[in-house]
């Protein structure tokens, strides 16, 4: 220890939150527990839930907007489809989405980050360029563009909120490889003749990945909500169930003012309780590598 | 005359772990006292403690006393409130943080951060009376007044340490505490702030308490020493006895193990180890576990006792005239009360 | 005279930002004998630190050359060959290693990026450990946040150890260790240079360091080597002034502390803006008349082998002056 802040002494002695391990945030706090729980339990159902839904979500009748009965445990659409089936099956397509958009923004930003502060010079600056662009455009308008002009399929919602995503995740990524490429040990390893490669390799991406993973799990909330917000609009898959085809459905039918709550409220409380655990999730883990990343002691 | 600074078991805990393990201290008016001691060893958190700016989570005990000239009554900072306290801070007693440097904001000019601090404790000065007293501040600490409308980012980092020093100066206080002023600096910058803080002390009558793990600089500038170990004080004394006789095994390893210019060359025996784990402390004295003459009675805490006339030593085997080889304790010392 | 380990010669490294040219060594001519600890000393600012970077040909060069054994290093594959013969070690313990790498990873770099197998790196590796007193079994598969400054400092002189360098350049080694822990460090880096022969070039702003290990040093100010010498004529007998004023302003931890004159006024000038003449003349305490216009060499003063850069011990100049004045 050089003492090098007042409070190096006794913080040192006190021993920060985030020095927990994860697996100590997840399982031990409320808000660990809250968030992997609740996650866990929408991954099962994206995974299962066709198979553990009562009814086919498709499946029309002719007891359209009823209200939850033994049968039907939270009524019926405008359809005649059961709720809560499209409920369980709707996790699906917002996991999927949301994580797979995450992952596109993640190796997107991360690659551009890592470029353009490793390498600095021409490469820096036109790159800075582009991730300006893209941080400036507001998101949704954009999307909402994209949507439009192509076919609205899944694929085209991972791709298009994967694009308009990067730009946040770049910015961080260069901003830590900036400070990393000045560090000592990557300074002795060029002094050894280290390639780029290795030193990209060795150095730069394991000190810079806790930082990527704790933002790309913020991300997936941003993604599921964006989601949820284009296929509100009407520019999600057609073909098949999400929360926010439920949402826009309920209102292109008229649902809020038949006072069809049962069609309107759980969607979007699916939503906002799998948006809630993934960002406590992620808040955990920035918490986790905070201290980490502050300084090495 | 009663003194200005009396602190009386001083302790500090953090969840259970002692950080400042009772601390005793009397600072006359004037005096320089230096706290020497490695990293870790509790010397910035006494300080802290002494002006009750512990961070939160530290639970700090003991009497402390302050008797400032002028003042009516002593002032027991020990029994303060925050709200008592911010009336003592600053007035009575200041500090100069520890990489003081970059203590300062640095969005604001030079200027009105000191006028800041003169407006807390004298609201009623007015707007030009404060600004004179800024320039008469910077001018003792041997900077030309216009440096004050620059911004810290202007100044050099010995430009820097001395504007801290005029900060800690604002408000006259009768006491300073300066925590490592000078680690930063360069030998040349070192010797010039040293200097700056012995003219203060003749000119101002200032006490000074001065932190710092370099012993030679201690020695420069100050009265009296305490040698700080694992949150406790395992010797104290004059300047001069401390260093030409120390009386505590921990004193006398760290002082063979500088290189002195003069003296002799090769590198010095090393003190094996490293301090202790406040966490776990050892049992009686806690520099046991690296002490040469460690014996059984070592086991019970040793306390910091007068061996010499104005000299203090925690070791059961003090005084002590010569040094012998390490693992060595003459059998007699083991009668020792 | 015996061959120089590493030798520099009128060496310049400059920086530019802007419009601005810092001339961070503005002519360094320097000679590292193989076994020896020469100390490289100076303020912060003087370019040691520079020096030891330009030494290892990790800043490109504005003038000057480097010779390693003899022979001049140039182009890529010199430098390689230079690399594995002279290694560095830096200040901050904390920042040296890898956080997300073991020791086991670190100290066997240097030969993973030199092409060696996982295997014949394995012993070296142990044998480096061992040499600076880290038990390989108990610290290979730690991680450096499990280590104290100490010990992290051990693993980077061990990383340094695995090419058998013949040389170790140490940039601040202790500074920021502890006092008791200094001396653990200084005495594996000595006990190195005994056994080993390794020579070693200590880059500090620490007087007493110097004096207490070096052989010879050299003084730096502003990018420039003021004075050389054996370590002790320097600082017992310095020939420049302002290697005077750095010994005198070394604080002691004796009673009285030293240091009674009045330490240098003002501060290092920037390096974009060197003073004409004698680069320290405005600073100088015995200044006189052509020490603003004329920059003198280094001139034999004092001891056997030593040198300064002033003018008081120019034969016609200075011939009416004595350092002590």
Known sequence: MSGSAITVSAVDATGEAGERSV???????????????????????????????????????????????????????????????????????SIVVGFAAALISALLGSAVGLASGYFGGWTDRILDALENWFLVIPTLPLMI????????????????????????????????????????????????????????????????????????????????????????????????????????????????????????????????????????????????????????? | MSALLEVADLRVEVRGQRIVDGVDLTLERGEALGLAGESGCGKTTTALALMKLLPGGLTQSGAITLRPPGAEEPINVGRRTEAGMQLVRWRHISLVFQGAMNSLDPVKRVEPQISEAIHLHEAKLRPRDVRERVADLLKTVGLTPALGSRYPHQLSGGQRQRVMIALALACNPSLVIADEPTTALDVVMQAQVLKLLERLREDLGLALILISHDLGVLAETCDRIAVMYAGRIVETGPVRSVFDDPQHPYTKRLLDSLPVIGGARGVAVPIPGAPPDPGNPPEGCSFRPRCPYEAERCLAGPELREVRPGQAAACHFAPWSEWPEPGAVPAEREALP | MSEALLEVENLAVEFRSGRNRARALDGVSLDWRPGEILGVVGESGCGKSTLARAMLGL????????????????????????????????????????????????????????????????????????????????????????????????????????????????????????????????SVLVELQRRRGLALMFITHDLSLAWSLCDRLAVMYLGRVVERGSAVDVIERPQHPYTRALVDAVPVPAAGGGGEREPLAGELP??????????????????????????????????????????LHDPVAGAEHTVDG
């Open chain 3, 59 to 186: 800043l490109p060069l504005a003038r000057g050359e480097v010779a390693l054994g003899g022979r001049a290093v140039e182009g890529k594959d010199d430098i390689a060959g230079l690399r594995r013969r002279v290694q560095m070690i830096f200040q901050d313990p904390y920042q040296t290693l890898n956080p997300r790498q073991r020791v086991g990873a670190i100290v066997a770099e240097p030969l993973r990026v030199q092409g060696a197998g996982a295997g014949e790196a394995g012993e070296s590796v142990r044998r480096a450990l061992g040499e600076v007193g880290l038990e390989p079994e108990r610290y290979l598969d730690r991680y450096p946040h499990q280590l104290s400054g100490g010990q992290r400092q051990r693993v980077a002189i061990a990383a340094a150890l695995v090419l058998e360098p013949d040389g170790l350049i140490c940039d601040e080694p202790v500074s920021m260790l502890d006092a008791s822990v200094r001396a653990q460090i200084l």
């Open chain 3, 270 to 311: 920037d390096a974009t803006a060197i003073p004409s003449g004698c680069r320290f003349h405005p600073r100088c305490p015995r200044r006189f008349e052509p020490c603003d216009s004329v920059d003198p060499p280094l001139l034999a003063a004092g001891g056997e082998g030593q040198l300064a850069a002033c003018l």
């Open chain 1, 145 to 297: 563009v994209l949507a439009r002009l192509l076919d609205p399929s899944l694929t085209v919602l991972i791709v298009v909120i994967g694009l308009t995503s990067w730009a946040g995740t770049g910015r961080i990524v260069r901003a830590q490889v900036l400070t990393l490429r000045e560090r000592a040990f990557v300074e002795r390893a060029r002094a050894l003749g280290a390639s780029d490669t290795y030193i990209i390799r060795t150095h730069i991406l394991p000190n810079t990945a806790p930082l990527i993973f704790a933002n790309t799990v913020l991300i997936v909330a941003v993604a599921i909500l964006s989601e949820a917000a284009l296929s509100f609009l009407g520019l999600g898959d057609p073909t098949r169930i999400s929360w926010g085809t439920m949402l826009e459905n309920a209102f292109e039918s008229g649902a809020p003012s038949a006072e069809a709550w049962w069609y309107v409220i759980p969607p979007g409380l699916c939503i906002t309780m799998l948006v809630l655990a993934v960002a406590l999730i992620g808040f955990l883990f920035e918490e986790h590598i905070n201290p980490r990343l502050r300084d090495q002691r």
């Open chain 1, 23 to 93: 697996r100590e945030l997840m399982l031990g706090t409320w808000r660990g527990r809250f968030g992997v729980g609740v996650l866990g339990l929408f991954c099962f159902l994206a995974v299962f839930g066709s198979l553990v839904a009562p009814d086919d979500p498709f499946a029309s009748s002719l007891d359209v907007m009823a209200p939850p009965s033994a049968e039907h445990l939270l009524g019926t659409t405008e359809q005649g489809s059961d709720v809560f089936s499209q409920l369980l099956v709707g996790a699906r397509v």
